[in-house]
Structure formats: C-alpha cells, structure tokens
C-alpha cells in the first residue's frame, strides 16, 4: 500500500500597506498607478534573507487624496477586519496632504491615535509597525512654514513610536528622497510624487528596513 503525504501549503503573510496617494504609487504622467508595494511584495518572495519561508501579500490600501483623518478612520475599520491570520506588518504613511493647512497639534492628536490604534491590536494579535516620515516638498523652498510643521510632524512620529515600544519602528523616507531644487528622478515632477522608479526604490529601502524583523 503507497502512502501519500500531501503538504499542506504554508499560508500567505499578509502586510498592509496604508497611507494616501504616495501609498497608492500616484504618478501624475502615467495612466496606471505604480505603487511601492508591488516591489516590496516581488523583494519578499524572492529572498532568501528571511526567517520564515513563505508567501507574502502586500496589500495597498492606499487612497490619493487622504489627510490623516482619512487614512486613520480606514486604519480603525482595517484593524477589526476579518483576517484569515493578522497581518504580520503595518506600514504607514500619511501627513503629506496636511502640511499646508491643518494645524500640527491637529495632526499630531491624529498621529497619536493612529500609533495608539495599532499599539492596541499588535499587543493582542502580534506583528511589527512601520511608520514613515513625511519626505520634503517642492513647495516648502517658498513655503517655510510647511518645511517647520513637517519636520515637527517627523520628529513627533519618532517619539510617538519610541513610546509604543520595540515592535514599532521608524523608516526615514524624508532621508532617502531629499527635494531637489529641479525636477528630477526619482521624483516625477510635480515637487510631491515619485517617479515609476522612484516607488521601486521606495519599495526596495522598506524592505531592506524590515527583512530582517519578519
């Protein structure tokens, strides 16, 4: 008599990706979106740097257009989801669309909810958050005020997520894509998104940033 042993498939880790239109991969001259998180699933596939061997999802749940108070209200309605296993990361990122006219401690209270949202279901279900900085604008060469309030939302985030504890870590976008005075990659010109290529460097620096933790 043959036996047969049927392997049960390992399954999907899933990692939510959330946050507005640099989420999203919003590049104003193309038809299609190109977001970050199509290179960061294809880097977690095909390496061999991880601890545990098997499929990874990233699903994008980003949405041009949202300030803080958007994207935080979605967070709330994501964390009571009905996930087949919790997600094994967060990664978060907004503000960008709230540096012209919301005022910082607004945000901040805002910023403050959404660490404490996830802080909340990480303690319960387990997984690692990712929070990244606001990178430079354009718009903040002429805008002074702009380039203050978005360092002080940076520097809030860094605290707030010290705060939270070890599973909760910082990835500094603003540092990997400084604002050049001209239009020029990896930027696509608009002094806000990112070129095609530039999401696919963005995908690669998150994942460098996490590999190791998953």
């Known amino acids: 008599r043959w036996l047969y042993l049927v392997m049960a498939a390992k399954p999907a880790a899933t990692v939510v990706a959330i946050g507005d239109s640099l989420t999203e991969g ?19 596939n095909s390496s061999d740097r991880l601890s545990h061997h098997r499929p990874f999802v990233v699903e994008n749940h980003g ?4 300030d803080m108070e958007d994207i935080v209200a979605r967070l709330k309605e994501l964390v009571v989801a009905d996930w087949a296993a919790p ?3 967060w990664i978060f990122l907004g503000g960008s669309n709230d540096m012209d006219d919301a ?19 990480v303690n319960r279900n387990g997984g690692r958050c990712y929070f990244l900085t606001v990178p430079e604008m354009t718009a903040e060469h002429s805008l002074k005020y702009m380039k203050q309030k978005r360092e002080a939302y940076n520097s809030a985030l860094l605290q ?17 894509f400084p604002q050049p005075e001209c239009d020029t990659e990896p930027w696509c ?10 999401y696919d460097a963005m995908g690669t620096h998150v994942f460098e940033e996490i590999v190791h933790d998953l």
């Open 63 to 66: 949405v041009s257009g949202e």
């Open 103 to 121: 005022y910082l401690e607004e945000i901040t209270c805002i910023l403050k909810d959404a660490v404490g949202t996830l802080e909340a279901y």
């Open 26 to 44: 919003l590049v104003p001259s193309l038809q299609n979106m190109h977001p970050y998180s199509t290179q960061l699933e294809r880097l977690l």
């Open 160 to 176: 707030l997520c010290k705060d939270a504890g070890e599973k909760f870590r910082v990835l500094d976008m603003a540092k990997w």
């Open 189 to 198: 010109g608009d002094g806000l998104h990112l070129s095609a290529k530039g």
């Open 87 to 89: 997600p094994v990361a």
